[in-house]
């Protein structure tokens, strides 16, 4: 009887084990088909010289499932820009967004501190090896777990802190304004007690908190606001006077109001010790000149800056990577792309460019997209990244 039991079990393991191969090895080949056809896709495509009718195209088709949503998509290809303004700047207003649109950048802010530390690094007042032990003022207490992390495991994404602090308000009176109250003070007490989810350097684990410390941190060695460094390293040099914390009463003037996921207007987020995670206002304009740069070379020390920013450095386990920057090398056409995203309560945002095909997206909408986990702003920003490396403007 327990022989035939255990025949019965172990022919029962081989169905279930060949279930799971039959299983693993049908995903696997939905895959490589897939990664074929993509593949093929890009490989057919020709120059048909309507790269700005395919972007608006898709523009059009974003801003006709949202109620007076507006959206900007720039591009750079080559040395040609093109600015495509679509749907309306407001409810009261049917005249479309431009250049000049302000809309709130989200974590695309993120890229900036990077910026900041890149340029605080090659002035030699602060080292990427630098600990948060030793950056931090003496009387700030540090869970010992976190002693080991450096400037670079913040930059990286690989520092082993968690995305928010536990002791962030996220209950739904404060989500309408989450990080608005939310001090330094606040943060020091979450670093004297905080549970890190892995070691620095174990594997790469996206960390708003992280970058929060982080901008603090530069602004402390920098003896200076954070805004201002960051206007001082990088936003002065190549002329983005559209990009801030705090606007001008002109610049609040052509700021986009902001709308949830279900369409509705919301107010703006404000930020205290967070604004090195996702602070900013910017539009396309600004932005093509910060990707643009980006796509150059030049020997400034803004120039510098960007360079060493994109430069991988190996992280532990987590492997080689940029600062700030997320990366990756599309299937189709090996493009190597730096790229961001953001998210607010009401707008979304993407960045993106390609060194090689000399080529950059940025996709700017105010309508909060993210909040709903829906990322229809990053398609739109990729796709066209990838027909712009092939794709001329007209």
């Known amino acids: 009887m327990q022989a035939d039991s255990s025949r019965n079990f172990l022919w029962l393991a081989?169905?279930?084990?060949?279930?799971?191969?039959?299983?693993?090895m049908l995903l696997l080949g939905g895959l490589l088909t897939y990664v074929t056809m993509e593949k093929r896709k890009y490989d057919r495509l020709t120059d048909t010289h309507d790269l700005?009718?395919?972007?608006?195209?898709?523009?059009?088709?974003?801003v006709a499932d949202r109620q007076d949503a507006a959206l900007v998509i720039g591009l750079t290809q080559r040395g040609r820009r093109a600015v495509l303004g679509?749907?309306?700047?407001?409810a009261t207003n049917?005249?479309?967004?431009?250049?000049?649109?302000?809309?709130?950048i989200g974590s695309v802010t993120k890229v900036f501190t990077a910026l900041a530390l890149a340029r605080l690094d090659l002035d030699g007042k602060v080292k990427l090896a630098d600990t948060l032990r030793a950056s931090l003022p003496e009387p700030v207490a540090l869970a010992g777990a976190l002693e080991p992390v450096t400037l670079l495991h913040l930059a990286t994404h690989t520092s082993g802190l968690p995305r928010l602090p536990g002791n962030l308000d996220t209950s739904a009176a404060n989500l309408a304004n989450p990080y608005a109250k939310y001090d330094a003070a606040q943060l020091y007490q979450f670093l004297g007690g905080a549970k890190p989810n892995n070691p620095p350097g174990r594997l790469m684990d996206y960390s708003n908190v992280g970058f929060a410390v982080l901008g603090h941190v530069l602004a402390l060695k920098a003896e200076r606001p954070y805004e201002d460094l960051v206007r001082s390293a990088l936003l002065e040099p190549l002329g983005m006077t559209n990009t801030a914390i705090r606007l001008t009463e002109e610049q609040r003037a052509r700021l986009t109001r902001g709308h949830s996921p279900k369409g509705g207007e919301v107010s703006g987020w404000d930020f205290d010790v967070?604004?090195?995670?996702?602070?900013f206002r910017s539009n396309a304009g600004d932005m093509l000149a910060f990707i643009e740069a980006n796509l150059a070379d030049a020997e400034t020390p803004v120039g510098r800056?960007?360079?060493?920013?994109?430069?991988l450095r190996k992280v532990?386990?987590?492997?080689?990577?940029?600062?700030?920057?997320?990366?990756?090398?599309t299937l189709q056409g090996g493009l190597e792309v730096f790229w961001h995203n953001g998210g607010t309560g009401g707008h979304v945002s993407f960045i993106a460019f390609s060194r090689t095909q000399q080529v950059g997206v940025v996709v700017l909408s105010n309508y909060g997209d993210a909040m709903a986990g829906k990322f229809e702003v990053d398609r739109i920003g990729m796709e066209l990244l990838k027909l712009g490396s092939k794709v001329s403007l007209e």
């Not at 967070?274 to 602070?279: I, K, L």
């Open 305 to 311: 800056s960007l360079t060493h920013a994109r430069q």
């Open 14 to 24: 081989l169905k279930v084990g060949g279930g799971v191969l039959l299983l693993l």
């Open 316 to 329: 532990g386990d987590a492997g080689d990577l940029p600062l700030g920057w997320q990366r990756e090398v």
């Open 52 to 62: 700005r009718q395919r972007a608006t195209r898709m523009g059009e088709g974003y």
């Open 94 to 104: 049917a005249v479309p967004p431009d250049g000049r649109t302000l809309f709130e």
């Open 274 to 279: 967070f604004a090195p995670t996702g602070a």
């Open 86 to 90: 679509l749907g309306r700047v407001s």
